[in-house]
């Protein structure tokens, strides 16, 4: 008789030991605590957005519109789970952003490699980027990688240009423009906390700080969803 094997507790499934030892939510200072953990925590976010992304270009380039739409609907929700990260850094006082702003020194959320890699993978290929400083030879290669790739967007359009079925067209537009639309709030919802804390003063790393991010939230991923189909 074969003996069953016991599936592995919640802690384990999570390894949540390791992630723990990882998490930066033993730091002496709680405010450091709030903000460093709740980047983490976006990043794990974008790592999801990047799969879901990949799962859409395939399900676009083999026309299976269901699946495209599928892997979509979360994508929405994971931003405006990004954009209540911003409500919990806001709860934070300016001195403590000011003494979290000088600690990081030269790192910002903008040497997020992750980030730029969605954007990349979108089709919002700006090559200019690979030149931010802090990016590790790996990040170089992973977005030099996704500039080399097929974006969502040109799945998109070849998907739009030969599926017979306008109706399932519509609804892959509909799924991908409630993404882009949700990350513009999350854009603007950056900007204004930037704004609250810095005013026109400049950012982490001496980046233009709200200024740049007012810029960026006009910014579309996925510019072509917006257009509605003839």
Not at 58 to 79: E, F, K, Q, S
């Amino acid at each position: 008789m074969i003996a069953e094997t016991a599936a592995p507790p919640y802690g384990q499934v999570l390894r949540l030991d390791e992630l723990l030892r990882t998490a930066r939510v033993h730091d002496d200072d709680v405010d450091h605590v709030l903000f460093l953990a709740t980047h983490q925590s976006c990043e794990i976010l974008f790592a999801i957005a990047l799969r879901h992304l990949e799962e859409i270009r395939a399900a676009l380039d083999t026309g299976d519109a269901d699946m495209a739409v599928r892997r979509a609907a979360p994508l929405p929700r994971l931003m405006a789970t990004l954009t209540r990260h911003f409500d919990g850094l806001a709860t934070l006082t300016p001195a403590a952003f000011e003494g979290i702003r000088a600690a990081l020194g030269d790192a910002s959320g903008f040497q997020s490699a992750q980030f730029r890699e969605i954007e990349f993978l979108c089709g919002l290929r700006d090559s200019r980027y690979l030149k931010t400083g802090g990016f590790t030879e790996e990040d170089r290669a992973r977005l030099e990688a996704r500039l080399a790739e097929r974006t969502v967007t040109e799945a998109y359009r070849h998907f739009v240009d030969t599926c017979a079925d306008r109706a399932a067209a519509e609804r892959v537009r509909l799924a991908l423009l409630e993404f882009d639309d949700a990350a513009a709030v999350w854009r603007a919802r950056h900007a204004v906390l930037a704004e609250r804390f810095l005013g026109t003063a400049v950012g982490t790393a001496g980046s233009e700080g709200a200024g740049y991010l007012w810029r960026a939230a006009l910014r579309r991923m996925l510019p072509e969803v917006w257009t509605p189909l003839p």
